[in-house]
């Protein structure tokens, strides 16, 4: 039996009293992930991206381990959320408008000292500062480097359209206006290259492809690792009390953790490993993260038709977008229809073995957007569900 078909009588069982749609996450396979990031990072701390796992049970899971510190949030309000719940290290990875967030940030001095606000802009702390309403706890504020590669003299632009700070004398003029500010605290520095750690350079059945991705990646390692280190000269002239400098993504973290100049990494996706993040050559992950859903129709031979599914990923629309049958093995969608949002057909010899109610087991294509899908995950070990733990969903939080 394949390790794939094992796990299949695995989750099969540990389910078995529950009826589909199911969310579970293999506690296995999480912790597996969760020690192999550590490894990569080579002795610097993971700051844990919740975007990826929308679950506090598993945020706390993992934050348990050692090798892990901090939260990357992604909206104002899920920060102070977390900082309530007992979470102490937040780092807001986007700059908010969220004006009541902020004027809760501002009056309250736990919450005050917990989180971290993204700031990349000068009118962005003229916001801040017009949302305290008379809060006057200190902001602690970190700034983020755009760390896109220009090609042709900038003419070609590879990577996320996120910070307009590229220069160190960019940065270096806004850490200077934070710290002319009352009211603010420079604390950190966060350079995100997408482009290296969210694109994967071992694309099934694209060899020249992924061989372009390879040279383009390591071009932009050293071109950022360069200039990285000079922004981060640059700031600490001004700001010399800097706590953090923050970079990384799961598919880059041993490289990001190379650099001298990096004292912690983001990850996150790499706890569950969504199908997006099969095609490294860097690392392997274990899938962790699966959904399940009921067959609920016969239509012929070859195929079945399961309930729902049709849960596509955010992101430039594609099939890579979409999640993928993954157990039993040998099934496909029907390319004229493709997953559905109440019913989806599903092709393959192998459909003539499953009955009305049996499972099929689902890959979604990015981590934690799985959990908008879902009030609650099964964790398993082995083959039965030791807890149930409450998504954000499930706790009557949707924050984007």
């Given at each position: 039996m394949s390790d794939r078909a094992a796990d299949r009588v695995r989750y099969d069982r540990a389910t078995a009293h529950l009826d589909a749609p199911v969310a579970?996450?293999?506690?296995?396979?999480?912790?597996?992930?969760?020690?192999?990031?550590?490894?990569?990072?080579?002795g610097k701390p993971i700051r844990v991206a919740s975007k990826s796992v929308r679950c506090r049970a598993l945020l706390e899971r993992v934050l348990g381990r050692d090798g892990f510190a901090g939260i990357m949030s992604f909206t104002m309000a899920e920060s102070l959320w977390l900082a309530r719940a007992g979470f102490n290290d937040i780092l807001l990875a986007y700059p908010s408008a969220d004006r009541a967030a902020f004027a809760e940030l501002a009056g309250d001095p736990k919450l005050?000292?917990?989180?971290?606000?993204?700031?990349?802009?000068?009118?962005?702390?003229?916001?801040?500062?017009?949302?305290?309403g008379g809060g006057s706890e200190i902001v602690r504020v970190c700034l983020e480097?755009?760390?896109?590669?220009?090609?042709?003299?900038?003419?070609?632009?590879?990577?996320?359209?996120?910070?307009?700070?590229r220069e160190p004398a960019q940065l270096a003029e806004l850490a200077r206006e934070v710290?002319?500010?009352?009211?603010?605290?420079?604390?950190g520095l966060m350079a995100y290259e997408g482009h290296i750690a969210g694109v994967g350079d071992s694309v099934a059945g694209r060899p020249f492809r992924s061989r372009a991705i390879r040279l383009m990646q390591?071009?932009?390692?050293?071109?950022?690792?360069?200039?990285?280190?000079?922004?981060?000269?640059?700031?600490?002239?001004?700001?010399?009390?800097?706590?953090?400098?923050?970079?990384?993504?799961?598919?880059?973290?041993?490289?990001?953790?190379a650099e001298e100049s990096v004292?912690?990494?983001?990850?996150g996706s790499g706890l569950f490993v969504p199908r997006l993040f099969d095609n490294y050559t860097s690392f392997r992950g274990r899938p962790a993260a699966l959904f399940a859903q009921p067959v609920v129709r016969r239509p012929g031979v070859g195929i079945i038709t399961v309930l729902g599914g049709g849960y596509p990923a955010s992101g430039a629309a594609g099939p890579d977008r979409l999640p993928v049958p993954y157990l039993p093995e040998g099934l496909r969608y029907d390319p004229q229809e493709g997953p559905g949002e109440v019913q989806t057909p599903l092709i393959g010899s192998v459909a003539d073995d499953l009955l009305l109610g049996d499972k099929v087991w689902f890959r979604h294509a990015k981590a934690g957007e799985l959990c908008e899908r879902f009030d609650s995950l099964q964790l398993i070990e082995g083959d039965r569900v030791v807890s149930t733990a409450p998504t954000?969903?499930?706790?009557?939080?949707?924050?984007?």
């Open positions: 579970i996450v293999d506690l296995e396979a999480f912790d597996a992930n969760a020690a192999d990031l550590v490894r990569r990072a080579g005050a000292g917990a989180a971290t606000v993204m700031v990349d802009d000068v009118a962005q702390l003229d916001l801040i500062d017009a949302s305290r480097l755009d760390t896109s590669l220009r090609l042709l003299g900038g003419r070609v632009r590879i990577g996320a359209l996120r910070s307009p700070l710290a002319r500010r009352p009211g603010f605290r420079l604390v390591a071009t932009a390692r050293r071109e950022l690792a360069t200039r990285r280190a000079e922004v981060v000269r640059a700031v600490r002239a001004v700001a010399p009390g800097l706590e953090f400098v923050n970079g990384g993504g799961t598919g880059s973290v041993q490289h990001t953790a004292t912690e990494i983001a990850a954000y969903r499930g706790e009557g939080r949707t924050f984007l």
